[in-house]
Antibody, heavy 114, light 111 residues
């Protein structure tokens, strides 16, 4: 069945870096545009990045532009989010999802704290 | 950016009774391709969001038919014909017509 699984979350100090991964299975990953979204503790949903099916088109929310980089490897059915210059306000559960939001992973928690 | 505003933010409901959530956008969500990319999501406690409705009124696979969406332009509604216990959740509207994709604040359905 269709499955998305995030990994790579954890505790990091402000200014640090983290790389999240999203492993896809059960569908033709290379045909799908993908996104990263996040949800701060007790808060609503925030879209943060989008990548086209072949990776040539990328968009970012202003809150992460210049600090986060989205990428994908269709041969490996995976997508990544490189997060640099992390801030306390980046603390959230990070989700990968298909661009139509039809499928979501379970999420991975990123905590930025000193 | 398009701002999405949901009302109410909290909705006490009675089992077996209908419920309705409104979502308003600051700009028309009609895309130049003719589609309106208005989405409704459900998030149960401790779970990731789940797609309920896409393009205003299309139920996603496996979504019970007691859920329905309607609206056009800037005003949209999610209706539950008869609330069941499993519907206790937070509901979000979202627009994917233009970047950045934006979400409503969420509406908590409480029994």
């Amino acid at each position: 069945q269709v499955q998305l699984e995030e990994s790579g979350g954890g505790l990091v100090k402000p200014g640090g870096s983290l790389r999240l991964s999203c492993a896809a299975s059960g569908f033709n990953f290379r045909d799908f545009y993908m996104m990263w979204l996040r949800q701060a503790p007790g808060q609503g949903l925030e879209w943060i990045s989008y990548i086209s099916n072949v990776g040539t088109t990328k968009y970012y929310a202003d809150s992460v532009k210049g600090r986060f980089t989205i990428s994908r490897d269709n041969a490996e059915n995976s997508m990544s989010l490189q997060m640099d210059s992390l801030r306390v306000e980046d603390t959230a559960v990070y989700y990968c999802a298909t661009s139509g939001m039809s499928r979501w992973g379970q999420g991975t928690l990123v905590t930025v704290s000193s | 950016d398009i701002v999405m505003t949901q009302t109410p933010l909290s909705a006490p409901v009675t089992l077996g009774q209908p419920a309705s959530i409104s979502c308003r956008s600051t700009e028309s969500l009609l895309h130049t391709d003719g589609n309106t990319y208005l989405i409704w999501l459900q998030q149960r406690p401790g779970q990731p969001p789940r797609l309920l409705i896409y393009n205003i009124a299309n139920r996603f696979s496996g979504v019970p038919d007691r859920f329905s969406g309607s609206g056009a332009g800037t005003d949209f509604t999610l209706k539950i014909s008869r609330v069941e216990v499993e519907d206790v959740a937070v509901y979000y509207c979202a627009q994917a017509t233009q970047f950045p994709i934006t979400f409503g604040q969420g509406t908590r359905l409480e029994i």
